[in-house]
């Protein structure tokens, strides 16, 4: 059975924080699905792959999926 992969950032800093994504899977990429500092971005952000960096708003949540291919 493959399912999702997921990945919650939390950032309880005051001030904006970079984190590198993971590589899960060949060729994964990783979509915003919800940001708590700016919801209306997750919808807009574009899909990242193993290494990139993400900024997390300060005092917020992020979380990522990469589709099970």
Wanted: a negative charge; zero cysteines; glycine letters at 8%.
């Amino acid at each position: 059975m493959v399912d999702d992969d997921f990945i919650v950032l939390i950032n309880a800093w005051w001030e904006p924080l970079d984190f590198a994504l993971p590589g899960t899977r060949p060729g994964a990429q990783w979509h915003a699905e919800i940001d708590t500092y700016e919801p209306e971005a997750a919808a807009a952000a574009p899909e990242r792959g193993a290494g990139e960096k993400v900024t997390v708003g300060p005092r917020s949540v992020a979380v990522l999926r990469a589709k099970a291919s």
